[in-house]
């Protein structure tokens, strides 16, 4: 009769976290300001993570929205609370397992931006939210630009 052997190994735990860079540039390039701050992983973000290992699932995130929206985020968020643009994201990859998501938004008008998310596809398609999050004004102007960088770390 064979015994079951108990895994006495340390219990693995995964955890997405990460943060937004904001480098908002003049009409000649110069930088402005450059502003970092958290994200929330919101419950959708996270069922389509799990879907993502298992190919339950294929559209990876690879979208970045910004608002105007001032709603502080919660875990059920699916959406921008105002939208106001998006962008195809370069996505990438960095070492110390951190996916990392770029764009660089040019603005023909003034705006306050004051949210972002990161989405698996166009607005246009009602896509699922991976994170999201408000900061404080991202005030820009015609001519002006805000490269919004999003950084994902699993660990």
Not at 16 to 34: A, M, P, Q, T, V
Not at 47 to 67: D, H, M, P
Request: net charge negative.
């Amino acid at each position: 009769m064979s015994e079951e052997k108990e895994n006495r190994g340390e219990k693995e735990t995964i955890k997405l976290s990460g943060e937004i860079l904001f480098i908002h540039r003049d009409r000649e390039g110069n930088i402005i300001e450059k502003d970092r701050v958290k994200n929330l992983i919101v419950n959708k973000g996270k069922e389509i993570a799990a879907k993502l290992l298992n190919g339950v699932v294929t559209n990876f995130f690879n979208y970045i929205q910004i608002g105007t929206g001032t709603a502080a985020p919660t875990a059920d968020d699916t959406e921008l609370q105002v939208y106001y643009a998006e962008g195809q994201a370069a996505c990438s990859y960095e070492t110390d397992f951190k996916a990392k998501w770029a764009y660089t938004f040019v603005f023909s008008e003034s705006v306050t931006l004051t949210e972002s998310g990161i989405f698996d596809g166009p607005k246009s398609s009602n896509p699922n939210m991976l994170a999201r999050q408000t900061f404080s004004g991202k005030s820009v102007s015609g001519g002006e630009s805000l490269e919004v960088v999003w950084t994902i770390t699993v660990g």
